[in-house]
């Protein structure tokens, strides 16, 4: 693409942003078509936004806000949905994408303690529903469920959460209770992957197919401190 379009598409990273989406997206047709050329597209892209990860001195990787001095673990827009896409990526793939270290920062990003929101585009719902569709962490993630049921509020007889800045009640899928629910559910009941834009037959094949502690290692570490 022109430079002020690779620009616009590489400044933010993440499911809903950047090229992690643009992967899913990818990801999706080679599931229904079976062409080989848009897992690899899907792969690259993965890979480039993985290069542009920060890997704190705590070790959580993450993506980079260099506009506003921080850094993101979430899923619209942090390294939530990076991981997101990249699970995807292994399992039709049939080996790993990303590195032990990369797993274990990715994993400790999706792991905190404290999130600002709890929904699930930029909360801690989004972080639990990738933290349980990677697999292998079901002692992480029966905490962080606790957590994040601890947030909800309940009003004549319904469950909501704090929406963005916190001064409303909101139950919609991107910032409310919907949304938790629908990452609990993943957590708690299998489904894993039905919190993803993507048909039920595809979550369902992403399900049966290998996790990718399951494969060999292949592929060397780019992220930077």
């Not at 990860?53 to 827009?77: K, Q, S």
């Not at 629910?181 to 894993?192: E, H, T, V």
Request: charged fraction near 20%; aromatic fraction near 4%.
């Amino acid at each position: 693409p022109a430079p002020s379009a690779w620009r616009a598409l590489t400044r933010q990273q993440g499911l809903q942003f950047g090229l992690s989406g643009l992967a899913l997206t990818d990801l999706v047709v080679h599931r229904a078509t079976g062409e080989p050329r848009p897992l690899e597209r899907a792969v690259e892209r993965i890979r480039v936004e993985l290069d542009d990860c920060l890997l704190t001195a705590t070790g959580e990787l993450m993506v980079r806000d260099l506009e506003n001095g921080r850094a993101l673990p979430y899923l619209e827009w942090g390294s939530a949905g990076i991981w997101a896409a990249a699970l995807v990526a292994e399992r039709l793939l049939g080996e790993p994408v990303l590195t032990e270290a990369q797993r274990a920062g990715l994993k400790a990003a999706c792991s905190s303690d404290v999130y600002v929101y709890s929904c699930l585009d930029h909360g801690r719902a989004g972080t639990l529903a990738v933290l349980a569709a990677a697999g292998g962490f079901e002692d992480e993630v029966a905490r962080q469920a606790g957590l994040l049921r601890g947030r909800l509020l309940h009003h004549q007889g319904m469950a909501f959460i704090g929406g963005d800045g916190l001064i409303r009640l909101s139950s919609d899928l991107s910032t409310g209770a919907i949304g938790i629910a629908l990452a609990l559910a993943g957590a708690s009941r299998g489904g894993a992957f039905d919190w993803l834009p993507v048909g039920l037959a595809t979550a369902r094949h992403l399900e049966s197919l290998p996790r990718a502690e399951t494969l060999a290692a292949a592929v060397p570490a780019r992220c930077s401190a």
